[in-house]
Structure formats: C-alpha cells, structure tokens
C-alpha cells in the first residue's frame, strides 16, 4: 500500500473519531439525566473500567479523569503521574470559576469534546501537561450525564489524542455495559429472592394461623410469632414489647417502656394503633430500617411487635406481611389469655370458695385470723402476713394475727404506716419497691426488710373493721392479679369477722340477763357442773334483796330495776374475771367462785353486803348464803351445792336480813 493511501486512511480513521467523540459517548436508556443517583452510578461504572482495564490502557504520564456535573473529579486513574498534582485530587473543581479556561469546562459549556494541548495548557497551569482533552457522556436525549478527560505531560498529536481518548470511552461504554448486566444479574437475583420470599411468606402466614389459632398457651404464642418471623428474616431481630405483666420463658419477650411517648416508635404504634416504619435512607427506594406492629385483638392493643432490621431490605410487601402476622398473633394471644384468665378465675373462685368454707367452719375471730393470716402467705407465695383489727373505743389498729411474732398484738394509730394509710382510704395499695422513694414509715416493712407489699382494707357495710398487708422480699414481686385477689379475700375474711361476731353476740344474749348483765341461771349450772369435774374446790354466794317487793310498791318498778342493775354491778366489780356471776331470778343473784374456799368466799360476800349497803341509792340491804364443794365430798352436784346456799339463804332472812349465813 502507497504512503499516500495509508495516510488517508488514517487521515479518514482520525475524523471518524474525532466525530464520535464530538457527539460524545452515548449510553444505553438505562441511564438518565433524571436519574437523582446518576452521580454514584458513573462513580461506580469508572471503578470498575479501573478494575478491568485501568493503567494498562493508559500511556506512561497520563491520567484519566471522571468528573460529575458541577465537573468536580469523582475518581481517577493515573500512570506514572506526579500524586501530587492538584487536578488529580478527588473533589477538585475544573469549572470556568475556580480554573479558568481547561477541556473540562469548554467540554461542559459546549456539551462536546474538546481539547488543548501545548502552549495553551502551559499558560494556564504547569500540572496541566503538554496534552489534554475532555468528552461528555450523554444519554439517549444527548443530556450529560458525567465528563471524561485525559492529561498528559506528553505532547500527543491531535489525531493520537482523539485515538486514544476514543479507546477509552469505548473500554468505558464495555465498563458501563458490564455494570448495566451485573445489576441486571443482582435485580433478577433479588426479584428472585423476593419471589421466594413471598412464596414463604405465604406458607409461613398459613400455618402460623394454624399454630396460633392451635395454642391455648400465651406464652407459646410468643414464641410462635417470634420464630414466624426469623424463618423469613433470619437476620432481623425481633423483640415483643407487652404492655401487660408476663412471666414468659422466651429473652425475646420483653415489657413496653411508655416513659418516651413523643420518640419512642413502639410506644407510637402501641397508642395510634398502626405500622409505624422508620427507614435508614429515606429516598423513596426499600431500605433496612425499624418497624413497630401493634399486637391487636378485638378488645385492644396488647403489645407491640418491634423488627430492626440491619442488613434485609424492607419493602412494602414485607410491611403488608408482618401486619397480617401481627394481626393473626394478636388475635391468638387475646384468645389464649382470656383462656388463661378464664382459668385464674376458675382456680381463684375455687380457691376462694374453699377458703370460705374453712373460714366459715371456725366462728372464733382468734381462729379465723391465724388460719386467714397462713393461708394468705400460701396462696401469694409471701415471706409475711399480718392482720390487724380495728379497735374503736381506743383507736388503734392492734395486730391479731402475724407469722413475725415480735409485731403479734402490736397497736398502731389510725394514721401509722400502710395500715393507716389504708384506714384512712377505705382502698387497697400495691408497693413494688419499699425502699425507692418510699413515703410512709413501715414498720412490718423495715422489720422483715421487705420491698413488694399488697395491702387491703377489711370492709364490713362501708367501714374499716381491719387491715391486711401481704409482703415479700424481692422487689415487683406482686402482680395486679394478687393485688385483684387480695381485695376479693380480704371481702370474706370480713364476712367471717362478722359472722363469728354476731355469733359471738348472740351467744352471749343466750346467756346473758337482759336487765343486769349478769349471765342467766343455765349457764351458771352449766358451768359449775364442768368445773366441779375437773377443780378440786369451789363456792356459791346466792344473794337476794331484801325487801324487793316493798322497794316496787314504794318507787315503782323502774326504780326496782335500777336496784337490780346497781346491785348486779357491785357484785361483778366485787370478783374475779374467771368467776361466774347470774341472775338466779327475780331479785335473787348468785356468784360460783372456782377453787375458792369457804372462808375466803364469806369475806366476798361479806364486802359486797357491805357495799350494797353502802352504795345503792335508795339504799337496800342484802342477805347472802354460802356453800361450798371439795373432791374430798362423798357426792359432789350441782344441785347438792345450790340446794345447801339457798337453805344458808333462807336462815339469813329469817334470822333478821341483810347478813350471811353458811350452809
């Protein structure tokens, strides 16, 4: 071939790159001026034209540079080129206002290529070479998409130049093509994975419905919606925030914290009812991020389910599942919780009817408050109970019943510690921790170094006939269950209060005078037929008024009975407590002294004639019989002994009155 063809080949090769690098590079419709992460996309297509071809493709001393729209070098790729030159620095600018005339900013300004090479480089800067040239990068529209320029400290004729530039756009646009097909690859990847992804969500959602709808158990709910969840985002982690007390086994069960209501996402989705996400790249595209589901059934919200997610995208399909997830578990755990109250209740109403029984089978307060005051440490699982009863007449509430006996029969004020402070509320209290921030002074608390405490009124028709505090060592150790069932306890213990206590009054009506006070004849008999069968002695004091008949005829009748009552209480302040004193009938009284001899009985009698005398008003006398019993006695009864008083009686009233005599 002639010299002169060969040079018009090349004269005709170097305008044909010299035209395609005029019109620039243009790339596929994958890209687009639009395209808000164009900027990171070239970025990321130049690292890889590095990657792939890089200096190999590149004459010694020349450099090839990618700038983005503001022309501000995003990276570069140097070949034996001084490191530091200024416009090799990432983030440099090469606009008309911070470099003057250069390739890059006439590239920009007339969207083509363009180049500069010797004297004219020179004038402008010494670190721009003897050679440089700059070729946009369009899309499909012709818009710019990024700038590609190349600096050398060789001179490089004109048609080299747009040879050499024109080989490295196209190893760039191979550079590109391969980013284009590598992201296809990861799409499909990923749009596979979704797919299979959605595929297992809907085998996970069913027969999580299954499982869930199967389980009767709360805490195997949890458990269940938790390990739904990992089997389709194992990389995730899951924690369920209950707004309830729960004694779940599983670490990812945890209580709501609603201390940061405004920031807190869990506690937002728990109040508004609704998927709360917050994403780590807001920008419109799927992200990792946290995710906050109410757990809600028919009734309310009972939780939250609370999903932060580092590495797996979520996208609103994901959102749209975990939801549904959230409302089938919801659901499940109302069913399963009210399957596990409805046997709380069960269990509390056997439990309370069976305390009621026993309850009800003793009618002695002492009896019913040390068997409430056990039964109540069993039941709460407590280290200490303690029962106080109200005593009106001093006003104090005095402790009957305690398993710490240094506070048994201890009386506090109405207004001291808890017991007080229940008094005076007529309501129940639940402490979690005594010795944070405690207010009231405790006594049992400080003496037991106890921190839970549960606390209620007995209420019997609206008043507070006494007090009971349960309590523990361990903080938060009481539920509001236990404070619930210690307020329908404390209910019976006061119906039992009540009833041995009106059995107790109407015990001693049956055995009590009316009029005097005095106990009725039977009981006297009955009494001093059970004693003369276990003492060793006893005496009888049979007392009558004398002249009771013509004490009626002069006053009346009411002051007759005056008399009675004035006598009846000179007698009883006149023995002991464990002597027996009744009305024998009409204005007849009697007095059984136990183990008492006969000489000491005729000084008891002796001193209350003498204070009948003394005493009542109108004033009246009073004859006195005494007899007496011994185991010595051949025949001991009842009878022998009332008989042998009332003939000692009877000597007294004829031998003159107001005197004693023995029989």
Known sequence: MSESLRSMKQHSRAEHFEEFLRQGLVLSSNFSYWDPNIREAMQEAF??????????????QTALLCADLDLSVINVCPNDFDPMNPFLQKGMSWSYVERGDNPFARCAQKAAFHRMSGDELLGLSEWMGHSAAAVPVVDVHGRPLTYL???????????????????????FRSSVQSLVDQRKYEHLLLQNERNE???KKQDVLFEASKKLHAKIDVDSVLTEVIDSIHSVYPKIQVDLLLSQDNDSTNLSVKPLNFQNIEDDICTRAFMEGHVIFEPVVKDGRPSTGNIAVPLSGKQGVYGVLYLQSAYDLIYASDLEFISLLADTAGSAFENAKLYEQSNVMINELRLINEITKQLNQSLRLNEIFNFASSELISIFRADYSCILQTNKTSEHLIVQASNLPAIFNETFTLDEGFSGLIYSSKEPIIISDYWINSKVQSKLMQMTQSCSLIGSPILVNGEVEG?????HSKPNFFSYDNYKLLQVLSGHIGLAMTNASLHAEVKRMVITDNLTGLYVRHYLDEQANLMQKKDFCGSLIVVDIDNFKRVNDTYGHQVGDKILIQVSQIIKSSIRDSDI???????ELAVYLPQVAKDQTVRIAERIRARVLAETNPQVTVSCGVSDWNWEEDKISVESLFYRADMALYQAKNNGRNQIQIG
């Open 47 to 60: 690292a890889l034209w590095i990657h792939q071809y890089g200096q190999a493709m590149l004459p010694a």
């Open 467 to 471: 007090v009971i505090l349960v309590v």
């Open 197 to 199: 992804r959605e595929f």
């Open 581 to 587: 004193a009744a009305r024998w009938g009409g204005e």
């Open 149 to 171: 320029g190349l600096i050398s400290y060789l001179h490089i004729e004109a048609d080299e130049l747009a040879n050499l530039l024109y080989t490295l756009i196209i190893s």
